[in-house]
């Protein structure tokens, strides 16, 4: 397996992670919950290393393709997904050989929320992050949820997203159809 759905949602069970797994068996990938790991926020005098990111990056970069998903909260990614980007600051701090490994993946992003559109800044956080480490942004894809993520309501979006996505394929190009087919 070479694709990894990085998971940060508060809830196990809701839409983000009903998009992740509806995904994650159409491209074969690994599910893995911020959720069941203990990370510490950020610390300059970084006395956060007794926690889990630092075996959970090991894990991650065994990886070739790794897929951020979060709900979209206040333009923003939840604060689970936000904490394990904050922390990234490690990888070039004290960790810089792991944060150089980084240089040779691809990255995408998946999220659900209830407005009709991304506001830009949201993927900016993604994007600049990726652009920092040298990994190459892939795209997103954006599935409305106004209650529960209902996998036939995005069948086609997530199909389009993983034939984009297998293919290695640029899929900020089909971004705006992906938003649209959602609705």
Same mark, same amino acid.
């Given at each position: 397996m070479s694709n990894v759905i990085i998971l940060g949602s508060s809830r196990d069970n809701?839409?983000? *992670?009903? @998009? *992740? #797994?509806?995904?994650a068996t159409t491209? #074969? *990938?690994?599910?893995?919950? @911020? #959720? #069941?790991y203990r990370i510490l926020p950020y610390d300059y005098a970084h006395k956060n290393q007794e926690d889990d990111f630092s075996g959970l990056i090991d894990h991650l970069i065994t990886y070739k393709r790794l897929i951020f998903a979060s709900p979209i909260y206040w333009y923003s990614p939840s604060a689970t997904m936000k904490l394990f980007i904050d922390r990234l600051c490690d990888l070039t701090e004290i960790? +810089?050989?792991r944060g150089r490994n980084l240089r040779l993946k691809s990255a995408a992003v998946i999220s659900t929320g209830a407005a009709v559109e991304v506001d830009s800044c949201f993927e900016q956080i993604f994007r600049k992050t990726f652009d920092y480490f040298s990994i190459k942004y892939d795209g997103m894809l954006y599935c409305q949820?106004?209650?529960?993520?209902? +996998?036939?309501?995005h069948n086609k979006a997530v199909d389009l997203f993983a034939t984009q996505f297998r293919s290695g394929n640029d899929m900020r190009d089909v971004e705006s159809r992906m938003m649209l087919e959602n609705n």
């Open positions: 809701g839409n983000t *992670a009903g @998009l *992740a #797994n509806h995904l491209i #074969n *990938a690994e599910i893995v919950n @911020l #959720n #069941n960790d +810089k050989t949820c106004e209650d529960d993520y209902v +996998k036939t309501h």
